[in-house]
């Protein structure tokens, strides 16, 4: 999970769209069931409890809460004509207000990839466990129940109790001469 | 589906009355947010344009702001239908009068996303809400890149 939070958090970094002023994702670190953040670690200016996703693409409150820098600067320009603003400045802006855009919360993980390898791992540990006890530990398997005598003794059993008398050994059994039809 | 496209044609003139409004000062309303659905019983029944008339009158709204574009917005979202293009005009001067660029971002990628697979619909929003993106400046979710996933 932080894997997966911080991986997107670099490649956010590194994407090819404009990410020079805002850096660091907070709505992907901040939130429910993320890294514990300290007070003094928080930056002020970011929403702390902001959230988005596919079920709230609108969130409540923006993502920056106080515009500072250079950030201020476009936040003026966005009240006048956004033809002034270039797409990085656009994008810029998007980045400050949302988190994540609706293609990034639409895409899917990989997690399964690891979670898969961990149970064959453990898996193959139990079977391999199983092997070693068979061949090593265990006594060899005698198959009593292959000797001539136990089946014969199996046979005069079922015909006995009378098992089998419509297809079985029984309805091969004459019993009026206590032999085979 | 004619008044659509009228509306789309006033779009010159709407801009340079934006461009010179000022903000409302925030008072208490009372607001009954607008969620205007088709039933299925004969007795309620919604034309289309009546059902395109009512979402541009709730955009175009002289009180609205960010909350009450939100709940309005998730309505539409929410609803069974993409939304015409006049009613994704609308919205998007929405967002250009109470001064938010990414919202109006947003809006667009939402078009998208409920478009689905349907790119022949999305092919026809674009081409009607052209004009509109370029009066107010804005470019489609495929120009800003956010189409793309990264890694």
């Known amino acids: 999970m932080a894997s997966s939070l911080l991986r997107v958090a670099l490649h956010r970094v590194v994407s090819h ?17 993320g890294p514990v953040q300290l007070a003094e670690d928080r930056d002020p200016n970011l929403n702390p409890i902001f959230h988005e996703s596919l079920t709230n693409p609108i969130p409540d409150k923006p993502r920056t809460l106080k515009y500072t820098g250079d950030l201020a600067t476009l936040k003026e320009m966005e009240v006048g004509d956004w033809k002034k603003l270039s797409v990085e400045d656009q994008m810029d ?7 994540a855009s609706i293609a990034d919360m639409c895409r899917g993980q990989d997690d399964w990839k690891s979670v898969f390898g961990a149970c064959m791992i453990f898996i193959s540990f139990g079977l391999l466990l199983h092997l070693f006890i068979h061949l090593y530990i265990n006594p060899p398997y005698v198959w009593t129940t292959l000797d001539e005598d136990w089946v014969k003794a199996s046979i005069k059993r079922q015909i006995q109790s009378h098992a089998g008398d419509i297809t079985g050994y029984s309805s091969k059994w004459d019993y009026a001469n206590n032999r085979w039809k | 589906m004619f008044r659509s496209v009228l509306r789309l044609a006033q779009v010159s003139t709407r801009f340079n009355q934006i461009v010179s409004a000022k ?20 007795a309620v029944a919604v034309t289309d344009e009546e059902h395109t008339a009512a979402w541009i009158s709730f955009f175009e709204r002289k009180d ?4 009450i574009f939100k709940i ?41 996303n409920k478009c689905d697979d349907r790119q022949d619909i999305y092919d026809y929003i674009v081409q009607e809400l052209r004009p509109s993106l370029d009066d107010l400046g804005l470019k489609t979710v495929e120009e800003y890149g956010l189409d793309q996933v990264l890694d």
């Open chain 2, 23 to 42: 903000v409302v000062p925030k008072q208490a309303v009372s607001f009954t947010p607008l969620s205007v659905k088709k039933y299925s019983s004969s």
């Open chain 2, 64 to 67: 609205l702001d960010y909350v």
């Open chain 2, 72 to 112: 309005g917005f998730m309505n539409l979202y929410q609803e069974d239908s993409v939304p015409e293009p006049a009613i994704v005009q609308a919205a998007l001067y929405a967002c250009r009068r109470i001064n938010n660029l990414p919202l109006a971002m947003r809006v667009l990628e939402m078009v998208k």
């Open chain 1, 17 to 33: 769209r404009s990410v020079h002023l805002t850096k660091v994702r907070p709505s992907m670190v901040i939130g429910f069931g």
């Open chain 1, 93 to 99: 802006l998007y980045n400050s207000f949302f988190g």
